[in-house]
């Protein structure tokens, strides 16, 4: 049932859990009303991160960290196509019963229609971003009904945190969560504003990514052909972005939330921690080390170390100035600042930890302002160090 108005208000990232029975119990399990990351590492991971060690402070609890791509990459999968393939490997393998995933609605390539995928045709096609928020919980009652007991969830930070609340209510005997970071989403309608703004053909675009070099990548359809058989790629520097007429376009969820990494999935596949071109892993628990051990052995990868590189704390300093006035530069300045942060800028977990750094100040800054009230208990404590590093404006 699509609810008119969510407990958590404008701060509500439709998750997908008030779209079920599982309403009942939405006061101790939304990640925008009742934020409770530490009390829910203890319970997934056995303890909480350590605050001390920068690493766990920036990533979250782990066991293992490590990069990663795919020597045949999937065609139309975000980077390298880990997390679908993992997903096929666990189901064929008969570890789960179905993956939750989300696939495009027919009528639209944005937007997000959660499934139950029982099929390896059924997880390819969830493969890609869709860019918008997604209610990926609202399969958790035919889920339940299926009578299911082991399954694989897909999904982002806060419909992990949710989803882990809930978790011992739904009948299942063996859970896995295989999640990605996520940051900056849009509804529908913000992510038409996004297009229009930044792109030269809103209409083609199948696909973007901000990527490790300071850029905005789009990927366009057949329409729009650069060369035989090769799709157009388009390319934005971060620094030519209209900021002024962006600043309300991320959802007010997504200008509140501190679970970037998500803190409390089994394993974690994001872009952010590896060199371009590359994948970031992180399994945080035995069960994340389980998933891994799949993905060696039947997504065909290969391996490298995690580095890193460079100095972000200038960087961040200043980014925390350019975007509270709402600053764009002319193109031509941006590309060359591209070039030269690209060269000499955060590389590897350094530059994971430029756009974990840039994200907090800004959203601790959005509900410091909008939502005062709920600064203490909503901004987790190691959200509250990261950003303890930085000079923000007084008001
Ligand atoms: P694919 O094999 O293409 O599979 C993608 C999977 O993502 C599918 O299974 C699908 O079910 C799921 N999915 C798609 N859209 C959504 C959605 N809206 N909500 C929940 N699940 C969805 N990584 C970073 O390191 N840094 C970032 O800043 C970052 N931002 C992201 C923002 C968003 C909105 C999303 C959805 C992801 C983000 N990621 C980020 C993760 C990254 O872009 C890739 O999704 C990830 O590395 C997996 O790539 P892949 O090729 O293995 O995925
Ligand atoms: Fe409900 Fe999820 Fe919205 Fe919170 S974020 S109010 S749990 S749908």
Not at 92 to 102: N, Q, T
Not at 160 to 171: C, F, K, N, T
Not at 365 to 377: A, D, G
Request: aromatic share 10%; proline share 5%.
């Amino acid at each position: 049932m699509i609810r008119k108005v969510y407990p958590a208000k404008d701060l509500c990232s439709h998750c997908g859990l008030c779209d079920t029975r599982y309403i009942t119990y939405v006061k101790e399990s939304c990640a925008f009303l009742h934020q409770h990351v530490a009390e829910l590492e203890e319970k997934t991971h056995g303890r909480s991160r350590n605050l001390l060690s920068e690493d766990e402070l920036y990533f979250g609890v782990f066991k293992k960290m490590l990069v990663a791509r795919k020597r045949q990459p999937i065609a139309g999968a975000q980077w390298t196509g880990i997390v679908s393939s993992l997903a096929i490997a666990m189901l064929e393998s008969g570890l789960v019963e179905g993956v939750v995933c989300v696939q495009s609605s027919k009528r639209d390539r944005f937007s997000p229609q959660p499934v139950i995928a029982k099929t390896r045709e059924e997880v390819l096609s969830a493969r890609v971003n869709k860019p918008t928020l997604s209610p990926n919980l609202s399969v958790l009652d035919a889920v339940e009904r299926s009578g299911m007991k082991k399954l694989l969830f897909i999904g982002v930070g806060c419909q992990v945190e949710a989803l882990r609340s809930v978790q011992d209510r739904i009948g299942l005997e063996k859970l896995y969560v295989l999640g990605t970071p996520c940051v900056d989403n849009v509804t529908r309608a913000g992510l038409q504003k996004f297009l229009e703004t930044t792109s030269s053909s809103p209409e083609t675009v199948v696909y973007y990514e901000f990527m490790q070099d300071f850029r905005v990548h789009f990927k366009h359809d057949d329409s729009v052909i650069n060369g035989p058989g090769r799709k157009w790629e388009e390319i934005v520097p971060f620094f030519a972005l209209d900021t002024k007429e962006l600043k309300d376009v991320f959802a007010p969820s997504c200008l509140s939330c501190f679970d970037y990494v998500n803190s409390l999935a089994d394993i974690v596949v994001g872009y952010m921690g590896a060199p371009f071109g590359w994948q970031w892993l992180v399994a945080r628990n035995d069960a994340g080390l389980e998933m891994l051990e799949i993905a060696r052995k039947f997504c065909d990868l290969e391996e490298t170390p995690v580095a890193s590189r460079g100095d972000r704390r200038n960087a961040v300093q200043q980014s925390i100035t350019a975007y509270d006035r709402a600053l764009t530069l002319p193109r031509w300045i941006a590309e060359f600042l591209a070039v030269i942060i690209d060269r000499i800028g955060p590389k590897g977990l350094e530059y994971a930890r430029f756009s974990i750094d840039s994200h907090f100040t800004r959203n601790y800054l959005y509900v410091r302002r909008r939502h005062p009230e709920k600064l203490e208990t909503h901004v987790p404590e190691y959200a509250k160090r990261i950003v303890a590093q930085y000079r923000l404006p007084e008001n």
